[in-house]
């Protein structure tokens, strides 16, 4: 039976090795997403996701998927498209901006999971240092904002939350110029969460649960890395 969280009381999460095999990961339902109960699930591997009609779903699927610095590599397309873009690529500019685009309809699937109280509480935990975004301009069109994504920073543990492109390939240019910048600056884990073949190009591997959790305790428990700098490219 799942467990019921109590929105009240404390971030208390029943075991990882707990969450269900069908579906993947399924661990417990309701409680709360301040920054407070959000810092503690990302901290043993633990996310929100569930339709914004629906109750709360906390998750912690297994195998995971993972990108560390030994994993990580650009593929040569992708260097190839950063060369002759002519996009300026910036970090913690536009938190809230990012992380709405992030939340609109998609063409695959009309929806999003990014509800009104997680708009609210992500951008708690930008203010608090716990989250970082990264922004991809287009200075010579009315678009602006093209693409981009944010996360989760915990440590040296980066949890990839969600991205967005209204150009092709924005998001791919924003991953790829942040994540070697993060790495240098001493990130040991970048949590992809789901397995995907757009992020399989960079380096992304599934990991059992007791690799995740052994890197991911390591990675939370260091200091917090430098941050990134306000222009990338």
């Not at 029943?14 to 990961?25: F, I, K, R, S």
């Not at 997403?33 to 990302?42: D, G, M, N, Q």
């Not at 992708?78 to 998609?106: D, G, M, Y």
């Not at 190009?201 to 305790?217: I, P, T």
Request: charge should be negative.
């Amino acid at each position: 039976m799942l467990e019921w969280l109590d929105a009240g009381g404390r971030p208390d999460f029943p075991p990882t090795t707990d969450a269900l095999q069908e579906p993947n990961g399924l661990l417990a339902a309701g409680g709360q997403t301040s920054p407070y109960w959000l810092e503690s699930a990302y901290r043993r591997g633990i996310f929100p996701w569930n339709d914004p009609q629906e109750v709360r779903l906390w998750w912690s699927p297994a195998p995971r998927a993972i990108i560390t610095p030994e994993s990580f590599r650009l593929p040569r397309t992708v260097r190839k498209l950063l060369k002759r873009s002519r996009w300026r690529i910036t970090a913690n500019q536009a938190f809230e901006q990012v992380q709405a685009a992030c939340a609109e309809p998609r063409e695959d699937d009309g929806g999003t999971w990014i509800d009104e109280e997680l708009l609210h509480n992500y951008p708690r935990l930008f203010r608090a240092g716990r989250a970082i975004c990264v922004e991809v301009w287009d200075d010579d069109s009315e678009a602006g904002l093209i693409g981009g994504f944010y996360g989760v920073l915990i440590g040296a543990a980066l949890f990839g939350e969600s991205m967005f492109s209204r150009v092709s390939n924005a998001s791919k240019l924003a991953f790829a110029s942040a994540a070697p910048l993060l790495f240098e600056l001493g990130i040991e884990l970048i949590d992809c969460q789901m397995h995907t073949e757009h992020l399989a190009q960079f380096g992304c591997y599934d990991a059992d649960r007791q690799e995740f959790e052994s890197r991911l305790r390591h990675a939370t428990e260091q200091p917090p890395i430098a941050p990134l700098p306000g222009v990338i490219r």
